[in-house]
């Protein structure tokens, strides 16, 4: 019994100075982790948000979703877009992209920020070619071509590139329905519209 | 959360990602101990038995001791105390590896001693497998799967514990019932040994890999 | 004292002749960076850890070495893991729960069992240096084999001093034998390997 509480004792002290020391490399590189994952997030905002959005202000929806709305002018008047992350399941991993929205909510742009699917296949959802298909779509036409929409899927990656579009399409209808975030006034498509040919 | 969930996650655990044959975990014992059928079988229960058990505790460690949170048993500690604190501050997520192997390891030393002394006759079949089962990294793995990258609630985390076991019991089994048969062919000198188990390997990993055109 | 430290790189490398640390070697291999990523990672757990083993052996009762052992080692995995989501994070990323996963790598356990609780400090650490280069030296050419053959490309580079780059070795024309960046190709790598060291080492 003796011997016992002995050997637990050891088995403590080591235990502890193995927390200690970790607890010291923890508060050193705690701060740089978080600026990592705080730079590559407004690094991929920037590359999704449309090029006219100078002012970025963060908005938390009542459900959770952060959105990230860009205004064109410093007053916050215009709304140029928007910007926010979607989540989808794909074949091995949760597969995170961030997109963003023109104020009509067609997509800008989306980046895949995060992803780990199978090296070689669901890895080309973060290819230029795979994303840059998504710029300009409209809701309706965000599907994989299978399930009869615009998005050519990646040949061998059905799941992965599913799980992209299908997780955009559902943060697209989410943010459009939201009557939460700033929108542009009406007007401004109204003047779109005086200008085109057909008036 | 379904029924029919937790049936696609145990399935896709045994074959679509196969512990060994597609996650890549597990891999010493695979070789090591599949030269017989009834070794194998041995390991495997042993395998299964601890990676459910290690599911089940690693889950409870992660979600009650490391993870910040109003659940955070340490949280709640110090706050009955009257201590001024807030839950966010209890982030022990980082000791996340430490805390995991030696759950493992306690357990597994526990389960030992007392079927050595409970189940003389378990101990006889599977207690040889148990020392090996500590650096076995698929049970590692499974835990780290659970709570770091697939995010699973409690019951989940038990179905995958189970199903990773089955999957790794099925590996092991097809390769020792191949091994068995392989001693009796004429191979050529340099391959004989692991070279011709990996390329055994190699293609029972290509024949999993027809199984991720499962479909749910 | 150098036969410690060269006999980790062929003689007795740990992957190629005792078939140890084989979940890495096959799992993150395929770019030739990843290999190097997780090579320098077990070289800095390996050889720390046989040092502080080494140095901490006559006060640890052998009943309870291999619980202080893992502390010891999972320590240093920590410390890693934490030192790569900080300056490396895409690297961190792609090897994600191998990192944690040295802590059972039948090396590191291994070499502190075997050679650190019985050597002297200097020799424990050449025996970890030695192993950890010969294990790395296994996954940069799995990793260059499967990278050129399932890509086409060859991703090299060095954490924290030279950051990855891609070269594209084969052109554009070629058509990448993607079964050799999947489990498969892993596997059949390693026993092309094992098999290609086995005909040189009979002769």
Redesign the interface.
């Known amino acids: 019994m003796k011997n016992i509480v ?2 637990g004792v ?2 403590m002290i ?2 502890g100075v ?2 200690a ?2 607890g010291w ?2 508060t050193k ?2 701060p ?2 978080e600026e ?2 705080r730079m ?1 997030r407004q690094q991929a905002i920037k590359e999704v948000m449309p090029p006219d959005a100078k002012v970025f202000e963060e908005k938390t929806l009542s459900d959770g979703t952060v959105v990230v709305v860009g205004y064109a002018d410093d007053a916050k008047t215009q709304v140029a877009g928007y910007a926010a992350e979607a989540v989808g399941t794909g ?3 949760d597969v995170r992209t961030m997109v963003g929205f023109l104020p009509d909510f067609r997509i800008n742009a989306i980046k895949v920020i ?1 992803q ?1 699917e ?4 669901g890895t080309h959802t973060q290819d230029e070619w795979f994303q840059k298909q998504f710029s300009g779509k409209t809701i309706d036409e965000l599907l994989v071509n299978k399930d009869g929409g615009k998005i050519q899927a990646i040949t ?1 990656a059905t799941i992965s590139s599913r799980a992209v579009t299908n997780s955009v399409r559902k943060l697209a209808e989410k943010l459009s329905q939201s009557t939460e975030l700033p929108k542009t006034a009406p007007q401004t498509a109204a003047v779109d519209s005086t200008q085109t040919p057909q008036n | 959360m379904t029924f029919g969930s937790l049936i696609a996650l145990s399935i896709s655990a045994i074959f679509i ?1 196969n512990f060994v044959l597609s996650r890549f975990l597990g891999l010493c014992p695979f070789m090591g101990v599949s030269k017989k059928t009834e070794t194998a079988l041995g390991m495997g229960m042993a395998v299964i038995f601890v990676m459910t058990m290690s599911s089940a505790l690693t889950w409870i460690i992660w979600t009650y001791f490391l993870l910040p949170g109003k659940s955070n048993v340490l949280y709640l500690l110090f706050h009955a105390l009257g201590a001024n604190v807030r839950p966010e501050q209890f982030d022990f997520s ?2 996340e590896t ?1 805390a995991f192997i ?1 759950v493992i390891a306690t357990f597994v030393q526990l389960v030992e001693m007392i079927i050595q002394k409970s189940a003389p006759a378990l101990y006889e079949a599977l207690g040889i497998f148990l020392p090996l089962i500590t650096t076995n990294c698929s049970v590692l793995g499974v835990a780290e799967l659970n709570t770091m ?1 697939m995010h699973l609630n409690f019951l989940e985390s038990l179905v995958h514990g189970i199903s990773a076991g089955i999957g790794f019991t099925i590996a092991l089994l097809l390769m020792s019932g191949i091994r068995e048969r392989l001693e009796l062919a004429d191979i050529p000198k340099p391959m004989q040994g692991l070279p011709i188990v990996f390329i055994t390997a190699a293609i029972m990993s290509i024949a999993f890999l027809g199984f ?1 055109g499962l479909k749910f | 004292m150098i036969k410690e430290f060269t006999k980790g790189i062929l003689k007795e490398n740990p992957v190629l002749v005792q078939a140890l640390g084989l979940c890495p070697t096959l799992a993150v291999t ?1 770019t030739a960076y990843n290999g190097i990523g997780m090579g320098i990672a077990v070289i800095f757990v390996l050889t720390m850890s046989n040092i502080i083993v080494s140095l901490i052996k006559k ?3 052998s ?2 070495r291999i ?2 052992f893992i ?2 080692i ?2 240093f995995v ?2 890693v893991k ?2 790569m ?3 490396t ?1 895409a690297l961190s ?1 792609q090897l ?1 729960i191998f990192i944690p996963l040295i802590v059972v790598n039948c090396i590191i356990l291994g070499r502190a069992e075997a050679f650190a609780s019985k050597n002297g400090v200097l020799a424990s650490a050449l025996d970890g240096l030695g192993m950890g280069i010969g294990f790395t030296l296994v996954l940069f050419v799995m990793g260059t084999i499967r990278e050129i053959l ?2 086409g490309t060859l991703t090299l580079g060095f954490p924290l001093l030279v950051n990855p780059f891609t070269i594209n070795v084969l052109g554009n024309g070629y058509n ?1 034998a ?1 079964l050799m ?2 489990p498969p190709g892993g596997f059949l790598t390693l026993g092309i390997l094992m098999w290609l060291k086995q005909l040189l080492l009979e002769k």
Request: charged share 10%; glycine share 8%; no cysteine.
């Open positions: 002995r050997l050891i088995l080591y235990a193995a927390g020391l970790l490399v923890y590189t705690a740089k982790i990592q994952a590559e074949f091995s991993s995060s780990n199978t090296p070689g296949l061998g | 990602n980082y000791l430490i030696l990258s991720s | 395929s006060t640890v009762p009943k309870i619980p202080i502390t010891v999972a320590t920590t410390i934490l030192v989501a900080a300056y994070p990323k994600g399932g890509s990448p993607l960046i999947l």
